[in-house]
């Protein structure tokens, strides 16, 4: 991973074979960023993405092996427990330019990834909501 500051944040480039979500949670953890957006594209392999079910109250997970173009990559930071916590969806597009898309669990870099990490002053925390089984923002 390689990295420069810019006004309002950093421009982040992962390399392949870089976890998506383990590295950037190591560097918002090293930069100690409490509250920041994601926004990238590139493109990854062995990409496990989600969809929550809400009658069931948890993720049908897919793996998409192949290689695939990340044609849209959001999501952001906050503190969950303390720790930098990465919330991230992501789009992907195949060789026959379908899409599918959703929560991003993991992934790892195939070519690059190209992120803005835009950061916001301050901290962002979020709390475990045993109802949903998610982990709200508290704003």
Not at 9 to 29: K, M, Q
Not at 58 to 76: F, H, P, Q, W
Not at 93 to 122: C, M
Request: charged share 25%; aromatic share 8%; glycine share 12%.
């Amino acid at each position: 991973m390689r990295s420069r500051a810019v006004a309002g944040g950093y421009l982040v480039r992962l390399d392949r074979g870089e976890e998506v979500i383990e590295t950037l949670t190591s560097f918002a953890a090293r930069r100690k960023i409490g509250c920041g957006f994601l926004q990238g594209i590139g493109a990854v392999e062995n990409a496990e993405i989600g969809y929550f079910d809400l009658a069931k109250k948890k993720y049908r997970r897919r793996t998409i092996a192949s290689v695939a173009e990340a044609v849209g990559l959001n999501g952001n930071i906050s503190l969950l427990d303390g720790k930098p916590f990465i919330h991230a969806h992501i789009i992907l597009a195949g060789p026959d330019q379908k899409v599918a898309g959703g929560h991003l669990f993991s992934a790892n870099v195939a070519i690059t990834l190209e992120i803005y990490v835009r950061v916001i002053r301050g901290r962002l925390i979020r709390k475990h909501d045993p109802k949903t089984g998610f982990n709200f923002w508290q704003p």
